[in-house]
C-alpha cells in the first residue's frame, strides 16, 4: 500500500513546495519527481541516501543532480501520510538555519490548522 504525499499549502493556497519544483529545469524536476516517488512508495522505511531525520519531526527528502543538491523538508501527519513542507538548494555542508526555520514555521502552522479543524 502506498504512503500519502501530501504539499503545504499556505492558508492563502499557496504551494511552496510546488513553487520550488516549478522553478527547477526539466532534469532537476525529474530526479526531484522520483525522489518523492521513493518516499511514496517506500514511507518511514526510506533511508539513505534519499531521507534523513532532521530533527524533531523533521525528515529531509534529499536528491543531487550533478553538483546541485535538492532538498525538501517533510513530516508525517496521520499514520500513512508525508506533508512536503519546504524546498530548497543546498550550497553548504550544514542545512542552512533559515530553511530550517522556514520548514518548522510551516509545520507548526499545518498542525495549528488541523488542530482546529481547517484542514
Not at 508525508?82 to 542552512?96: A, D
Not at 538555519?97 to 479543524?117: E, H, Q, T, V
Given at each position: ?12 493556497g499557496k ?6 519544483i ?8 525529474a ?10 512508495q517506500f ?10 531525520h532532521?530533527?524533531?519531526?523533521l525528515w529531509e527528502?534529499r536528491t ?8 525538501i523538508?517533510y ?21 542552512p538555519?533559515r530553511d ?11 498542525l ?8
Amino acid at each position: 500500500m502506498a504512503w500519502e504525499i501530501e504539499y503545504y499549502e499556505t492558508e492563502r493556497g499557496k504551494c511552496p513546495v510546488e513553487e520550488f519544483i516549478d522553478r527547477l529545469d526539466v532534469k532537476s524536476k525529474a530526479k526531484l519527481a522520483r525522489t518523492i516517488d521513493l518516499l511514496e512508495q517506500f514511507g518511514a522505511d526510506l533511508g539513505m541516501p534519499y531521507a534523513r531525520h532532521v530533527e524533531g519531526e523533521l525528515w529531509e527528502l534529499r536528491t543531487r543532480l550533478g553538483s546541485s543538491q535538492f532538498r525538501i523538508i517533510y513530516s508525517r501527519s496521520g499514520s500513512r501520510t508525508f506533508i512536503l513542507l519546504h524546498g530548497f538548494v543546498k550550497k553548504t555542508g550544514r542545512m542552512p538555519k533559515r530553511d530550517l526555520k522556514i520548514a518548522k514555521d510551516r509545520w507548526g502552522d499545518f498542525l495549528s490548522r488541523k488542530k482546529r479543524g481547517q484542514i
